[in-house]
Structure formats: structure tokens, C-alpha cells
Nanobody
Framework: QVEFVESGGGLVRPGGSLRLSCAASGRPGTRFAMGWFRQAPGKEREFVAAISRNGIITYYADSVKGRFTISRDAAKNMVSLQMSSLKPEDTAVYYC??????????????????WGQGTQVTVSS
């Protein structure tokens, strides 16, 4: 059983910034690859960003490159997503993801081992 604590969602105006955080626990000694997916109403859950277990390699969806930055505590299963220059099309529920293998831009939502509960991000004027 893996438990998640997510925080940081909310309402922001276009061009604004938000920071999402996630901590996964429940598997002592296991370091996960971690990332974020998002799901807008009526759409499938899609990859946003991921970071390797050692924190060295990062991956981003083309739609967020240059605007979002993922980081992690290399010693813990904790990950953050700094989102800047937000656009209305970034509006979605953002889900923290953890995987015993790797996460990357080609990872499908169905392949992810564990999910957080999700946090709403709304970008609107």
C-alpha cells in the first residue's frame, strides 16, 4: 500500500504560477520514479512531467516545456512541480504518479503503478 499527500492546487490567473507537491510513503526502502499527469474534463489522463529515481533525468510533455519544472528530494519519494506562465488549457486535475520502474513522456496512464488522489488546478481570469 502506497499513500500520497498532495498539495498546492488552486485557482490562478493566466500567466500566474503555482507549485504542486507530493509525498509518497508506505514502501520503506523503495525509491520510485515520480511524476505528474493531468486530466481535463472529457479528456484522457495525460503525461505532464517525470523525474528519475536518482533525480538526474527529467522528462516533460511538449506542451509544458519551458514553463514547468519538476524536482524531487533524491533521498525520499517527494516530488514538486513548479508551474509558471500558466494558460487556461493547463486547467485540469493533476495527479502525482509513482512507479517502481521508469516514468517518461511515453508512459501511458495505464502503466503507472501508483496514483495520488489528485489536486485541481484552474487557470482562469
Amino acid at each position: 500500500q502506497v499513500e500520497f499527500v498532495e498539495s498546492g492546487g488552486g485557482l490562478v490567473r493566466p500567466g500566474g504560477s503555482l507549485r504542486l507537491s507530493c509525498a509518497a510513503s508506505g514502501r520503506p526502502g523503495t525509491r520510485f520514479a515520480m511524476g505528474w499527469f493531468r486530466q481535463a474534463p472529457g479528456k484522457e489522463r495525460e503525461f505532464v512531467a517525470a523525474i528519475s529515481r536518482n533525480g538526474i533525468i527529467t522528462y516533460y510533455a511538449d506542451s509544458v516545456k519551458g514553463r514547468f519544472t519538476i524536482s524531487r528530494d533524491a533521498a525520499k519519494n517527494m516530488v514538486s512541480l513548479q508551474m509558471s506562465s500558466l494558460k487556461p488549457e493547463d486547467t485540469a486535475v493533476y495527479y502525482c504518479a509513482a512507479d517502481r520502474a521508469d516514468l517518461g513522456s511515453g508512459t501511458l496512464a495505464s502503466e503507472v503503478d501508483y496514483w495520488g488522489q489528485g489536486t485541481q488546478v484552474t487557470v482562469s481570469s
